[in-house]
């Protein structure tokens, strides 16, 4: 499944920062980095944290596929190398305190947990109830194409958060309609993964970025959302191109741990 994504993946992405780096207000803007950057003081050990901690991300998949053991799993261990690390880095210090995991995970955002936790108990009440079931078959009886079905569960990912989207959208099929890392799943995977960028309420990363830099929804809209929508219709078009052609990825890169697991 992560072969067939990865071409749609990295021209979704290619194209929103070409498309972004050739406007004039980037240009600007991107010259006062330097100054802004400069006035940050990294804490102790800072980059070494930050790379253990990427390190400990894209290992997930690695992880999953090594030991077939859930995702998370591969997470807490993350987790758990970062809090050794941080207590050995700043053992004996009163003051780094705060920089320790502990004290990060004080900080977690309790009321988004909750509010995705809300989320998920209504869609498997509408899942108990047929709701989602019904849905499904309306969704067939109008639209029979199963890229366009995706590509609409991507759009509407731009308004409602991708995580309840795509537990609904797996309430409403199951494996004997679709099966597993068929076509269909690997559209949706991408379409509500990429589809929730068009808007900042899309995602739980949006709605974060907004309470963090201030930023304006009619902001985001008019400076980011047709970026966005141009990366979405682009990678949706190089997934059908490359399956269509049976276009691969060389054996060199398909081998890799985190490409060849499911």
């Keep these: ?28 803007s991107g010259q006062k980095t330097p100054d802004v950057l400069a006035s940050e003081q990294m804490a102790p050990r800072g980059q070494l944290i ?27 261990l993350g987790l758990g190398v970062l809090w050794i690390l941080t207590d050995a880095i700043h053992y004996g210090d009163s003051g780094r305190q705060k920089l320790k995991v502990p004290q990060a995970l004080s900080r977690i955002d309790t009321q988004g947990i909750l509010f995705f936790l809300g989320i998920l108990l209504s ?33 509407v990912s731009a308004f409602i958060d991708n995580v309840p989207l795509v537990a609904a959208t797996m309430g409403m099929y199951d494996l004997t309609s679709f099966p597993q890392d068929s076509e269909f799943w690997q559209l949706v995977a991408f379409c509500a993964g990429t589809g929730g960028s068009m808007l900042i309420i899309g995602s739980a ?10 930023v304006d929804f009619l902001w985001y809209l008019r400076k980011v959302s047709g970026f966005a929508f141009a990366g979405y219709t682009a990678g949706i078009v190089s997934y059908l191109a490359t399956h269509n052609l049976h276009v691969s990825l060389p054996s060199v890169f398909a081998q890799l741990p985190f490409l060849s697991g499911s």
């Design 123 to 155: 869609v498997s009440s509408l899942e108990a109830a047929g709701i989602l079931r019904e849905l499904a078959n309306y969704l067939d009886a109008h639209i029979p194409n199963v890229e366009l079905i995706a590509s609409v569960i991507g759009i």
């Design 50 to 76: 930050f790379g253990v901690g990427i390190v400990a991300l894209v290992s997930v998949p690695i992880f999953k596929a090594a030991t077939g053991l859930p995702p998370y799993m591969g997470i807490l």
């Design 205 to 214: 990363a949006g709605v974060a970025f907004m309470g963090m830099e201030k």
């Design 1 to 28: 499944m992560l072969q067939g994504l990865f071409i749609p993946s990295a021209i979704s992405l290619v194209v929103p920062l070409a498309l972004m780096s050739l406007t004039s207000e980037v240009n600007g």
